[in-house]
């Protein structure tokens, strides 16, 4: 899951390479070096906050697995006493 934080961080600091890069400024400038890990940390957290959404909907899907599974299985067990 780290992968996905890292993947996050490297885009929010090609989005800032990619901005100076409209705006044909120098890409690494001395004085505005503290930018980058900042784009970093906003793209990192970005990654972080979609990994506990994609955590949240696996869960919900498994936990909608588990009843339809369920429900499956109590309907084949009266559809067996019901033949009996």
Same mark, same amino acid.
């Given at each position: 899951?780290?992968?996905?934080?890292?993947?996050?961080? %490297?885009? &929010?600091?090609?989005?800032?390479? +990619?901005?100076? *890069?409209? @705006?044909? $400024?120098?890409?690494?400038?001395?004085? =505005?070096?503290?930018?980058?890990?900042?784009?970093? %940390?906003? &793209?990192?957290?970005?990654?972080? +906050?979609?990994? *506990?959404? @994609?955590? $949240?909907?696996?869960?919900?899907?498994? =936990?909608?697995?588990?009843?339809?599974?369920?429900?499956?299985?109590?309907?084949?067990?009266?559809?067996?006493?019901?033949?009996?």
């Amino acid at each position: 899951m780290v992968h996905k934080v890292l993947f996050w961080s %490297g885009l &929010g600091i090609a989005a800032r390479l +990619w901005q100076l *890069g409209i @705006e044909m $400024r120098p890409l690494f400038n001395r004085e =505005s070096l503290w930018v980058y890990p900042v784009y970093a %940390g906003i &793209g990192g957290s970005f990654g972080y +906050w979609l990994m *506990g959404v @994609e955590h $949240r909907q696996y869960k919900y899907l498994a =936990s909608r697995r588990d009843t339809l599974l369920e429900k499956r299985a109590r309907r084949k067990e009266r559809e067996e006493a019901e033949h009996s």
